[in-house]
């Protein structure tokens, strides 16, 4: 049986299949939690992301 598996950025929703994201999407802890960006949002928000901010609040 295959089972496809698939990354999902944490902002926009965009998805890429395997197991790891690209080396291009960014990763962070929020409140002991993974969360994944894809290289657009890690662009857009990086300034946010330098400072620590929790992705809500972006």
Excluded: I
């Amino acid at each position: 049986m295959n089972v496809s598996v698939s990354v999902t950025c944490d902002f926009c929703g965009r998805q890429v299949e395997g197991e790891q994201p690209p080396l291009t999407w960014t990763t962070s802890v929020e409140r002991g939690r993974v969360r994944r960006y894809c290289e657009t949002c890690s662009r857009t928000h990086l300034r946010s992301m330098e400072a620590k901010l929790d992705s809500e609040w972006w």
